[in-house]
């Protein structure tokens, strides 16, 4: 049987404590991220909804083309214990 001594157990408690409050930081991110798109989604839902009740003859729907713009993206690997930061 391990036994643990006070100081130990006080130790890994602040470890939990501190891997919980990373962790529980993480989720809220991505929840927020996740909301921000599904309130995205929900308006184009609503808008193509709309335009399929809406009489024709009041939708006001246009094809256009834009040509290609730059664009840039950002990749990187990231050690687990900087992804918040990098983030």
Do not use: C, K, Y
């Not at 049987?1 to 991110?29: C, F, P, Y």
């Not at 024709?56 to 690997?77: F, M």
């Amino acid at each position: 049987m391990l036994v643990l001594s006070l100081r130990t157990h006080v130790r890994i408690g602040l470890v939990r404590a501190v891997l919980e409050a990373a962790r529980n930081e993480l989720i809220g991110r991505h929840l927020e991220r996740l909301e921000t798109e599904f309130a995205e989604t929900r308006a184009a839902v609503d808008a193509l909804r709309n335009l399929l009740e809406r009489p024709a003859a009041s939708a006001d729907v246009e094809h256009r083309t834009v040509p290609p713009v730059p664009a840039i993206g950002i990749q990187q690997v990231v050690d687990r214990e900087d992804i918040l930061s990098w983030w």
